[in-house]
Antibody, heavy 119, light 108 residues
Framework: QLQLQESGPGLVKPSETLSLTCTVS??????????WGWIRQPPGKGLEWIGT???????YYNPSLKSRVTISVDTSKNHFSLKLSSVTAADTAVYYC???????????WGQGTLVTVSS | EIVLTQSPGTLSLSPGERATLSCRAS???????LAWYQQKPGQAPRLLIY???SRATGIPDRFSGSGSGTDFTLTISRLEPEDFAVYYC?????????FGQGTKVEIK
């Protein structure tokens, strides 16, 4: 059973860069079977897709965030990462890492981590 | 980009009643990558249904999904007290992954 765990600072100052890591267990991040991605949910609001990466390195980003987002994979550590630059209070949200198995279509989520943007 | 529209926004029902939630896509989507989630306050979304109609591991059989093309439905046959929550549909077969705005199932 694939398991995902987010980690990173819970507080980021305005204009700085938010950095989160998602550690994968129960499967290899270097597998053609999975797309890896990030989703966020501002307090009291719905779910917003941030971006996705494939093991080949191909990335897909939400157009509204594209200029500020970078998603990367570290196969040696079996994890993938999110960087969001120039953050503002509007970026305060619970950030989830997620993946799905292309073959079975089963979708997996991490437990989520709250990131607050505040000085 | 595919837009998912859920209806109704809020569903007020009593325990034991049947709940029918709708998710409509702006264009035809692959049912292989259509999922439904339950979310309670302070918790991550819980996968209920994937592939439009397959129940996720450990999900009670009172939850069922159906549909194809642009119209999908989540049915809860008899509401239990723990089923009152917000429900989301999602399409993820290609980027972007898109979500409906959610349906809140509340106690009447």
């Amino acid at each position: 059973q694939l398991q995902l765990q987010e980690s990173g600072p819970g507080l980021v100052k305005p204009s700085e860069t938010l950095s989160l890591t998602c550690t994968v267990s129960g499967g290899s991040i270097n597998s053609y079977s999975y797309y890896w991605g990030w989703i966020r949910q501002p307090p009291g609001k719905g779910l917003e897709w941030i971006g996705t990466i494939y093991y080949s390195g191909s990335t897909y980003y939400n157009p509204s965030l594209k200029s500020r987002v970078t998603i990367s994979v570290d196969t040696s550590k079996n994890h993938f990462s999110l960087k969001l630059s120039s953050v503002t209070a509007a970026d305060t949200a619970v950030y989830y890492c997620a993946t799905y198995d292309i073959l079975t279509a089963y979708f997996y989520w991490g437990q989520g981590t709250l990131v607050t943007v505040s000085s | 980009e595919i837009v998912l529209t859920q209806s109704p926004g809020t569903l007020s029902l009593s325990p034991g009643e049947r709940a029918t939630l709708s998710c409509r896509a702006s264009q035809s989507v692959s049912s292989s990558y259509l999922a439904w989630y339950q979310q309670k306050p302070g918790q991550a979304p819980r996968l209920l249904i994937y592939g439009a109609s397959s129940r996720a591991t450990g999900i009670p059989d009172r939850f069922s999904g159906s549909g194809s093309g642009t119209d999908f439905t989540l049915t809860i046959s008899r509401l239990e007290p723990e089923d009152f929550a917000v429900y989301y549909c999602q399409h993820y077969g290609s980027s972007p992954w898109t979500f409906g705005q959610g349906t809140k199932v509340e106690i009447k």
